[in-house]
């Protein structure tokens, strides 16, 4: 069956997807659709009903629903289209391909189109934990999906492999349900999450967490009973023999780390960058399909939904500009180069003529460092910072004329 036709098509309804659609409505797009493979909009925001969201967007705090509950207000008022329960199947560069129960087969035109789709978490499978395959081992985002929005509680005596931020926040969760957390392990000497959630869900209810460990042996035949946990060296990340200590919990959550949710990218031949997983892009969200555009953790995973809203809107008036033929192009687009102490930057490409926001991690915390950014070797920038983290964000901007000449934009963190 084929669709109608659209000036801009968002795959994904979470934060990323609602803040696409509406950049994309407000910035000239005659005609925006929103595809969603869930029955709902609002993605991943609907089980997170803890507060946090939104101090940055809307100075002010709200719960994950909450800060949903606007963007579809939003999207609803300025005559977005949706359709939930509908999985993409395929996309091109002027085409997605999708099916639901009311379309069937069903392919759409767009003139551009917005990639949205979020990440999914590392499941243990892909980290290797040895021992039984026994009931009672979750992501910790599936734990946050049973017990907020399915009202299943999923242990009374839980163990957390992980310090992520989703991993952090249901130590807290699972506390304040009545449930024992008798320890958040971490294989990394740092947490990988935001430091307000180490304060408020692990310090505020006194949750051990244990820096420099990890599980190294589940126990439990039906159901967990047990995992070994172990001191691991700094350097090798490896167990130490001897240091092995068996907690006896019903539950084991794994929060180690998400995914972006690329699929799709790939199969469209979009190039993806070896360290986050998620597509190359430029200041604009363009991918090398110059009418394909991504953002919010497709991309790379954000700490901070309001971040994700930002880069989003940037998304969807950037993929309504091209719809339009008022995108600007740059044939021979700018590098930018991770330095010292630089996991990676995104934008990886730049164009000129257009003013960019950098956002980057650090690959290990720092305290007193000195962040500089160098254009084709002068520097350009130089500011101290008291400490960088790798679980949090770091951002700088540029304008259009500092990358007037530029070749090469390389951040150092010293």
């Known amino acids: 069956m084929q669709g109608k036709t659209y000036d801009v098509i968002v795959i994904g309804a979470g934060p990323a997807g609602l803040a696409a659609a509406i950049g994309a409505k407000e910035n000239g797009a005659g005609s925006v659709l929103i595809l969603e493979r869930d029955a709902t909009l609002g993605g991943i925001l609907e089980q997170c009903i803890h507060p946090g969201f939104g101090l940055k967007y809307f100075g002010e705090e709200l ?185 006896e919990c019903d539950t084991l959550l794994l929060s180690c780390g998400l995914i972006p949710e690329n699929e799709l990218s790939k199969k469209s031949g979009i190039v993806l960058d070896r360290t986050t997983g998620g597509p190359v892009v430029n200041q604009f969200m363009q991918t090398n399909l110059r009418s394909v555009f991504a953002c919010g953790n497709v991309v790379h995973v954000n700490d901070l939904a309001d971040n994700v809203t930002e880069e989003s809107l940037r998304a969807g008036k950037a993929a309504a500009a091209f719809a339009n033929g008022t995108l600007p192009q740059d044939e021979k687009q700018i590098p930018t180069v991770p330095g010292n102490n630089v996991r990676y930057i995104c934008p990886q490409k730049l164009c000129r003529g257009a003013d960019a926001t950098l956002f980057f991690r650090a690959a290990s915390p720092a305290r007193n460092v000195t962040l500089s950014v160098v254009i084709n070797g002068g520097q350009v920038i130089k500011k101290n910072l008291l400490r960088v983290n790798p679980g949090e964000m770091e951002h700088v901007d540029l304008t259009a004329d500092q990358l007037a000449t530029a070749d090469s934009v390389t951040i150092d963190i010293i």
């Not at 509950?69 to 509908?86: A, D, M, N, P, Q």
């Not at 006194?206 to 460990?213: A, V």
């Open 63 to 247: 719960t994950g629903p909450e800060y949903a509950g606007r963007f579809i207000s939003l999207v609803k008022e300025k005559g977005v289209e949706y359709k939930t329960g509908t999985m993409v199947l395929e996309v091109s560069a002027n085409s997605v391909c999708a099916v639901n129960p009311e379309d069937g087969l069903v392919t759409f035109s767009a003139k551009s189109i917005v990639l949205a789709m979020g990440c999914r978490e590392r499941t243990r499978g892909a980290i290797a934990v040895p021992g039984t395959r026994p009931a009672g081992i979750y992501t910790a985002g599936s734990a946050q999906r049973l017990i907020n929005r399915q009202h299943i509680m999923v242990g009374r005596r839980v163990v957390i492999l992980g310090s992520g931020d989703i991993g952090m926040i249901m130590a807290r969760r699972l506390t304040l349900e009545g449930a024992k957390v008798l320890a958040v392990a971490e294989i990394m000497d740092y947490t990988a999450g935001l430091t307000r959630n180490r304060v408020q869900c692990l310090e505020d209810f006194d949750i051990p967490l244990l820096l420099s460990h990890t599980v190294v042996e589940i126990k439990g035949n039906r159901r967990v009973e047990g995992v070994v946990i172990a001191t691991v060296d700094p350097e090798t990340r490896k167990p130490i023999e001897g240091t092995e200590k068996l907690y």
